[in-house]
């Protein structure tokens, strides 16, 4: 089988993406080949100085991209519900939940989450759960999560989804994608429990070099630990064009299924994307029933339409 590249991309022109966390990494690489490939490409971030920096980083490279920078602070459920009333047009094609942090200090988002599951998961349960009207409306559409092949670091606690009882950083972010991969399991389900041909698809970039790793660290002024990263990186990582293919293959290749999940070719760590080996509990429907519900819950989004 002949490894995929961006090369393979299909036509973009006419479709229209939402990329989260687009300024910089996996992200601003899916939110660049989608507009190289000719699609209109709004970037959804947090700093606007970050936006719109990488917007036009973007147009000096695809001079023909039509690119666009909003706000979007996934931190923040005021926020998500503002990006998605001002976000123009009726239609979507392609939200790419992307962004992401990653075992930061303890923490809690505008709403009281804890920081990555509030970020990681409600967020892009909320922005999902608001944009699914476009999606829906638009055929062919598909919604693309970015998980971890560490979410087999925890599976998540119902009981206990905000780390309450006890933060560990590395366990809450194995729990946050963890949610992601049941999250994508759940609303698949239910995309086609109604009929709709609406793809809900994971994906994870294996060890790809982006400010993730160091993002921690730096937050506690661990600076010889943030060198040692750096270091680390630049021997095993693979750099963030390639960890961005598999999230770049399920949104754009023909035949990519619902509930899917991809990632790297060589043992998920790096390599052209290829189906990715996943914990058992992320197939669980039960797990992901409770889930959706108390995430409807938290947040106050629901998703009409797919009710079941």
Same mark, same amino acid.
């Given at each position: 089988?002949?490894?995929?590249?961006?090369?393979?991309?299909?036509?973009?022109?006419?479709?229209?993406?939402?990329? +989260?966390?687009?300024?910089?990494?996996?992200?601003?690489? +899916? /939110?660049?080949?989608?507009?190289?490939?000719?699609?209109?490409?709004?970037?959804?971030?947090?700093?606007?100085?970050?936006?719109?920096?990488?917007?036009?980083?973007?147009?000096?490279?695809?001079?023909?991209?039509?690119?666009?920078?909003?706000? $979007?602070?996934?931190?923040?459920?005021?926020?998500?519900?503002?990006?998605?009333?001002?976000?123009?047009?009726?239609?979507?094609?392609?939200?790419?939940?992307?962004?992401?942090?990653? /075992?930061?200090?303890?923490?809690?988002?505008?709403?009281?989450?804890?920081?990555?599951?509030?970020?990681?998961?409600?967020?892009?349960? /909320?922005?999902?759960?608001?944009?699914?009207?476009?999606?829906?409306?638009? !055929?062919?559409?598909?919604?693309?999560?970015?998980?971890?092949?560490?979410?087999?670091?925890?599976?998540?606690?119902?009981?206990?989804?905000?780390?309450?009882?006890?933060?560990?950083?590395?366990?809450?972010?194995?729990?946050?994608?963890?949610?992601?991969?049941?999250?994508?399991?759940?609303?698949?389900?239910?995309?086609?429990?109604?009929?709709?041909?609406?793809?809900?698809?994971?994906?994870?970039?294996?060890?790809?070099?982006?400010?993730?790793?160091?993002?921690?660290?730096?937050?506690?002024?661990?600076?010889?630990?943030?060198?040692?990263?750096?270091?680390?990186?630049?021997?095993?990582?693979?750099?963030?064009?390639?960890?961005?293919?598999?999230?770049?293959?399920?949104?754009?290749?023909?035949?990519?299924? !619902?509930?899917?999940?991809?990632?790297?070719?060589?043992?998920?760590?790096?390599?052209?994307?290829?189906?990715?080996?996943?914990?058992?509990?992320? $197939?669980?429907?039960?797990?992901?029933?409770?889930?959706?519900?108390?995430?409807?819950?938290?947040?106050?989004?629901?998703?009409?339409?797919?009710?079941?």
């Amino acid at each position: 089988m002949t490894a995929w590249t961006v090369r393979d991309m299909p036509d973009q022109s006419g479709r229209t993406a939402v990329v +989260t966390g687009a300024n910089s990494g996996i992200g601003f690489v +899916t /939110a660049q080949e989608l507009a190289r490939a000719g699609a209109r490409v709004v970037l959804g971030c947090r700093s606007e100085t970050r936006g719109e920096e990488a917007v036009g980083r973007i147009r000096a490279e695809v001079p023909h991209a039509d690119v666009e920078f909003r706000r $979007l602070d996934l931190g923040d459920l005021v926020s998500v519900r503002e990006f998605t009333q001002e976000l123009p047009g009726d239609g979507l094609d392609l939200l790419v939940n992307n962004a992401g942090v990653m /075992a930061l200090p303890y923490s809690t988002t505008e709403d009281g989450f804890e920081r990555q599951f509030g970020v990681n998961h409600l967020g892009h349960f /909320a922005l999902t759960g608001r944009l699914l009207p476009r999606l829906l409306a638009t !055929p062919g559409a598909r919604v693309v999560t970015v998980s971890s092949g560490l979410h087999v670091l925890s599976n998540i606690d119902i009981r206990d989804l905000n780390s309450e009882g006890g933060y560990r950083r590395w366990v809450a972010y194995g729990r946050s994608k963890t949610a992601n991969l049941l999250f994508v399991h759940e609303l698949a389900r239910r995309l086609d429990a109604v009929g709709s041909d609406v793809v809900a698809a994971a994906v994870h970039p294996g060890y790809a070099e982006t400010n993730l790793q160091t993002a921690g660290v730096r937050m506690e002024g661990r600076h010889t630990v943030e060198r040692l990263v750096h270091f680390g990186n630049g021997i095993v990582a693979q750099p963030a064009e390639s960890g961005a293919l598999p999230t770049l293959y399920a949104a754009t290749a023909p035949g990519v299924g !619902p509930d899917s999940f991809t990632g790297p070719r060589l043992l998920g760590w790096r390599g052209a994307p290829a189906p990715s080996w996943r914990a058992k509990w992320t $197939l669980n429907d039960r797990a992901g029933e409770l889930l959706w519900a108390e995430s409807e819950r938290l947040t106050q989004v629901t998703y009409e339409g797919l009710e079941v």
